[in-house]
């Protein structure tokens, strides 16, 4: 009887990670996708856009390393989409080899970027974004990124608009 019921365990366990996997691959997707959208809010300078992503306390965290030591700035999300919401240079911001992490309502989203302003190269790092699950889709709570002005290796995208 045991080994019928490790069995049943085992083929339960076969059928069940399949599922398992599509829906986290489904989700991770759509964290990606929150993401990519503050992306295009940003580049619409739509602050209402990026406060429709944002949960209310959400966070930014910059950091850049300079001969001072590691450098920090903090900021609000009521700060970031006001800051962006206004008229100014052309603002593109792109991600690849995003890596996605999920459990239950709450993901990580880990991916290398790079960052230009008006069509020139601005800096390069990588965003750790948190979001959770809300009613409507992934929120981003927090977002805590490297700014780097140099040494940044080519993006495997190409350059902007090419």
Do not use: N
Not at 95 to 123: K, L, N, Q, R
């Amino acid at each position: 009887m045991r080994k019928f019921g490790a069995t049943w365990l085992l083929a339960a366990a076969i059928l069940v990670t399949p599922a398992v996997a599509a829906a986290q691959d489904d989700a991770g997707a759509g964290a990606v996708a929150a993401v990519q959208a503050l992306f295009d809010a940003m580049a619409a300078r739509d602050g209402d856009a990026i406060r429709g992503l944002l949960t209310e306390g959400a966070t930014f965290v910059a950091t850049a390393e300079t001969a001072d030591g590691v450098q920090v700035r903090e900021s609000t999300g009521a700060e970031f989409a006001a800051s962006i919401g206004q008229p100014g240079p052309a603002l593109l911001e792109r991600m690849w080899d995003p890596h996605v992490m999920i459990e239950g309502p709450i993901a990580v989203v880990w991916t290398p970027y790079d960052f230009h302003v008006d069509g020139e190269f601005s800096h390069c790092g990588i965003d750790a974004v948190s979001l959770v699950q809300a009613g409507d889709g992934w929120k981003i709570s927090s977002i805590a990124y490297t700014r780097e002005t140099e040494g940044c290796e080519p993006s495997p995208l190409g350059p902007p608009g090419g």
